[in-house]
């Protein structure tokens, strides 16, 4: 047995990725309006001083209000009905394999847990580990994650997750879309570049690491 770590967002799931998709199926329902708007864009307004480029990653300001539990089962039915049509088939496939010759297999990203953790579900996936969104009295909040892997962030979660069950990350193997996630793949045993931007791809064909993309597609610029 393995751990195996899966990036979502550009590796499970393509542009634009499971919170535009998820916020527009909200949005479809009436569940998103202009106190969520607002606050999105005070959110950034406030906290570009502090996490400059970031910021639009660390924004769960359009979750604002909105009842938790009611949220989680939404985001149940939209992997269900949306995501899972979705869904990056060779990735997918790899992921499979991996759940089929019984290595542990997380989704380790920085989309919302209630989104990571439903896809998990669907995809046999053993855990999660996503954004912990600030809450109060059953609602979401306007402020930061209080949880959110990325970049370095990640490569201290899968330490964590290899220490919990009990394997070496020096053994693992990830899966990844871009350059903030070189850390955790430069970290575990073996890195797969997945539909890889283009600075991820250059470190790809320097490392010798296995790059999953299709003959016909174009690496991204990010």
């Known amino acids: 047995m393995a751990l195996i770590l899966f990036d979502v967002d550009?590796?499970?799931?393509?542009?634009?990725?499971?919170?535009p998709r998820f916020a527009w199926y909200l949005l479809r329902r009436g569940g998103l309006g202009w106190r969520q708007l607002l606050a999105t864009g005070w959110f950034l307004l406030r906290y570009w001083p502090r996490f400059g480029r970031q910021v639009p990653l660390k924004n769960k300001a359009w979750l604002t209000g909105l009842v938790r539990g009611e949220v989680a089962a939404l985001a149940r039915d939209f992997i269900a009905e949306e995501l899972?049509?979705?869904?990056?088939?060779?990735?997918v496939a790899r992921l499979r394999e991996h759940v089929a010759a019984g290595?542990?297999?997380?989704?380790?990203?920085?989309?919302?847990?209630?989104?990571?953790?439903?896809l998990a579900d669907h995809l046999g996936a053993a855990d999660a580990v996503g954004s912990l969104c600030e809450v109060a009295v059953g609602r979401f909040c306007s402020g930061p994650p209080v949880r959110h892997p990325y970049g370095e962030t990640k490569v201290e979660a899968a330490r964590v997750l290899a220490a919990g069950a009990g394997l070496d990350l020096a053994r693992a193997v990830a899966y990844a879309d871009t350059t903030s996630d070189a850390p955790l793949m430069r970290a575990v045993g073996r890195a797969v570049a997945v539909m890889p931007d283009r600075g991820l791809l250059a470190m790809a064909r320097n490392a010798g690491w296995e790059i999953l993309q299709s003959d016909s597609s174009m690496p991204r610029s990010r």
């Open 103 to 118: 290595d542990h297999v997380v989704l380790l990203t920085g989309t919302p847990q209630f989104l990571a953790r439903p």
């Open 10 to 19: 550009g590796t499970l799931v393509p542009a634009p990725g499971t919170e």
């Open 84 to 91: 899972a049509k979705v869904l990056y088939a060779p990735a």
